[in-house]
């Protein structure tokens, strides 16, 4: 009978005591029989952070410093190297600093690698089936050993996002937002040759509620550990309310042999029993799952990508969602007094009036196949990136624009590191 995938439930009550956090990953890594060595890529999740609005997203720093710590005693870590790779059109060293995380610098064999200025190398993907070859940063290619170290998050496209979403954060900019559409649950099932852990330390002291960019914390009070991450995202759909089967990547990536193909194939030992840490989550907040249980007096016209029988779930409706959250978090009650804008995208079946004011047609495939009363004004991109949708949603909603905060650190710090970024850029890859 084959070994099962085990998976590890550590009672951790709070980030304060880095302690308990090292004890736990190093009994972990102990328990697991894991043998990090040699260069070690500790990839975290960082989608967004900011110090005031945006402070939940993101693997909190005492988790990936402990992590740091045991890895770091271990001799035969030659380096713990932190990659990862941001939201696009944001340098990553940007939200790097907003995190708090300049300090890990410091820390004994510790080396930074921001993917989005790091040399690329195209590897084949022999499981692929959206993507056939993609170029991915050479430090994460080249690393002895992978650990990923995810925050387990409610996602408002595929549900869930943990160790096996973690994984757009090794594209590019121009590969991330390649099939970021209805091909997005492949898309993930894909990169999962290339970025498939040999270790994961899951971030479950606060889940994510609400969405992945800027969540809604949820105590859950533990971290998660094994040596699989489809069993990691197995185990961490049911903790947020859902089937395994409900997540569209994860079925694809078992559909196509990477293990454990089914449930019964998972060993869940956990210091809290299961029933208490369901209990947690059986009130869990899923806004902006759905844009029609939005407070808001913005109209959604919602139709299906170009030939396709569906809206474009992956696509500018994900980012409509991500977008929305940041404006209400940004500035709470900002959506229910946003004015009653007409929003369209993917190709509608109906009419559409603007009832006097603007009618969005988010994306560059939107059109309305109906009449349409009002004036009409496109955003484009496919998908329409949240950064260019935020900068300019506003001005037609009437609400307060995130990147307008009276903040010298976001104003001025912005431009500095995007500076300091394309200069890296340029160097790694001209160079």
């Known amino acids: 009978m084959a070994e099962k995938h085990r998976i590890i439930i550590r009672s951790v009550p709070d980030y304060q005591d880095i302690d308990i956090i090292r004890r736990v990953v190093a009994e972990g890594i102990k328990d697991l029989d894991a043998k990090p060595s040699g260069r070690v890529l500790l990839k975290y999740n960082m989608v967004f952070a900011h110090k005031r609005f945006g402070r939940f997203a993101y693997t909190h720093p005492h988790v990936l410093e402990a992590i740091i710590d045991v890895l770091a005693a271990r001799p035969e870590v030659e380096k713990v190297i932190l990659g990862e790779r941001t939201g696009v059109y944001v340098p990553t060293r940007y939200h790097f600093s907003q995190a708090g995380y300049g300090y890990l610098r410091k820390k004994p064999k510790v080396e930074v690698c921001f993917f989005d200025e790091d040399k690329l190398v195209e590897i084949p993907l022999e499981r692929g089936g ?72 899951v971030d479950a002291i606060d889940v994510g ?55 019964d194939q998972i060993e869940i030992k956990s210091e809290m029993p299961w029933d208490e840490l369901l209990k947690k989550t059986k009130d869990f907040d899923y ?9 808001t007096r913005i109209r ?5 990508y170009p030939d396709g029988e569906e809206p474009c779930w992956g696509g500018c409706i994900n980012m409509l969602k991500g977008a929305l959250a940041v404006f209400e978090a940004y500035k709470q009650g900002a959506l229910k007094r946003a004015r009653p804008v007409a929003m369209v995208i993917g190709e509608y079946e109906g009419d559409v009036d603007g009832q006097g004011y603007p009618i969005l047609l988010v994306g560059n495939c939107t059109k309305v ?33 995130p990147y307008l905060e009276k903040n010298p650190d976001q104003i001025y710090g912005f431009p500095y590191h995007l500076a300091v970024s394309y200069i890296h850029k340029f160097i790694n890859r001209v160079f």
Not at 161 to 182: P, S, V, W
Not at 236 to 250: T, V, Y
Not at 287 to 295: E, F, P, Q, R, V
Not at 300 to 304: A, E, P, T, V
Request: glycine fraction near 8%; hydrophobic fraction near 40%; charge should be positive.
């Open 130 to 201: 959206f993507h056939k070859r993609l170029r991915f940063a050479r430090t994460l290619v080249e690393a002895d050993y992978k650990v990923y170290a995810p925050k387990l998050k409610h996602h408002v496209s595929t549900r869930l996002t943990c160790a096996m979403k973690l994984n757009m954060g090794i594209c590019d900019q121009k590969e991330r937002l390649l099939g970021h559409d209805y091909h997005l649950e492949e898309k993930i099932a894909d990169l999962y040759e290339v970025g498939n852990p040999d270790l994961v330390v």
């Open 209 to 263: 509620q609400q969405n992945e960019i800027v969540p809604k914390p949820l105590r859950l009070g533990v971290i998660m550990m094994g040596t699989s991450g489809v069993a990691i995202d197995s185990v961490g759909a049911r903790l947020l309310g859902f089937d395994p089967g409900e997540i569209e990547h994860l079925r694809i990536a078992r559909s196509r042999g990477w293990e454990p193909v089914t449930d």
């Open 287 to 295: 806004t902006y799952s759905d844009l029609d249980k939005i407070d």
């Open 300 to 304: 959604f016209y919602l139709g299906n």
């Open 369 to 401: 196949r109906g009449k349409v009363q009002g004036k009409t004004r496109r955003i484009r991109g496919c998908p329409v990136a949240i950064p260019i949708f935020a900068a300019l949603a506003p001005y037609y909603l009437k609400i307060p624009a």
